[in-house]
């Protein structure tokens, strides 16, 4: 019945869209089923256009790793308890030397024992430069059951926080982070609608969920662009997913690669997808209904 629902759901985007801009949907999948193919690797793609609707899927309920792109649902969950009282964004934490694992260039340069930084340092440490230390501070703050019971609430079965960062034992005993692009576009879709957090903390996680610039999404676009976005990174392995503010048009992208051949070549597909999902976006965007733009200062003849 749920995929029944989901189908008339994008049937109904689809009529109501207007032909031309039909036409420009159609050029975008082919764009992304080119970019899939050259891709020796696996890959699934979700975008969902937030002013119409209109979502396009690729592969769309493949489960695949997470890598650092489960933190979005981890900081989620962390706002979500603030919004409850269960805890403040400006309490204290200590940092502990057992707190501390490998690859967290930030916490492993604090003093433990002496240094004090406020949870919501921590949740920019995690989405900023991705601490891994940071994050299992916060997972163990606000506690892996809640993050998936947050999951579950909003029927995302197949997204699951499992293990801690950089535990090596859990993942090759196969207790992956996991998530697929369809699920990962609705938690996104649902943050930015307001259902999980009030307006201010709406604005707050969105706020700390743009702080990371140096990923994949981004690569590719304008500079000026707001983008939440929090991308992952694993062996054979990369994702990306986030909502890209385009003034009058924002959309969400979520891209996942996993079984790469090279990992470059996966980081340059989700750009690529990025791109091409973004050309579209900033021409529906700045054009009439009928495709004329009309840009600030331009005198050019009718």
Request: with cysteine; aromatic share 6%; proline share 4%.
């Amino acid at each position: 019945m749920k995929a029944l629902v989901c189908l008339l759901l994008v049937t109904t985007a689809l009529a109501q869209t207007p032909a031309k801009q039909q036409l420009l949907w159609q050029k975008l999948e082919s764009r992304i089923h080119e970019i899939d193919r050259n891709l020796d690797g696996v890959m699934g793609v979700a975008i969902e256009d937030l002013t119409s609707r209109q979502t396009f899927f690729l592969q769309p309920d493949e489960v695949f790793p997470q890598a650092s792109s489960i933190k979005i649902a981890v900081l989620a969950e962390f706002y979500r308890q603030a919004q409850e009282g269960k805890l403040k964004l400006t309490d204290l934490y200590t940092v502990q030397k057992s707190d501390l694992v490998f690859d967290s260039d930030i916490m492993n340069g604090l003093t433990p024992g002496v240094t004090q930084i406020t949870l919501r340092d921590l949740a920019t440490m995690m989405v900023a430069v991705s601490d891994n230390s940071a994050t299992n501070v916060l997972i163990n703050r606000v506690g892996m059951e809640n993050v998936n019971a947050l999951l579950d609430s909003l029927g995302l079965a197949r997204t699951r926080l499992r293990r801690k960062m950089m535990d090596l034992k859990a993942a090759s005993e196969g207790r992956e982070n996991i998530g697929t692009p369809r699920e990962m576009m609705t938690l996104l879709d649902a943050l930015y609608r307001g259902k999980v957090l009030n307006k201010e903390l709406t604005d707050d996680f969105l706020t700390r969920l743009s702080t990371h610039r140096e990923s994949w999404i981004p690569r590719d676009l304008p500079s000026g662009i707001k983008i939440a976005n929090k991308p992952g990174e694993l062996e054979a392995v990369r994702n990306d997913s986030g909502v890209i503010f385009v003034e009058n048009r924002p959309y969400i992208l979520c891209v996942m690669t996993t079984y790469l051949h090279n990992e470059r070549e996966g980081e340059q597909a989700i750009a690529d997808v990025s791109g091409a999902t973004y050309h579209l976006f900033d021409r529906l965007a700045r054009a009439t209904e009928y495709g004329r733009v009309v840009s600030p200062g331009n005198n050019s003849k009718p």
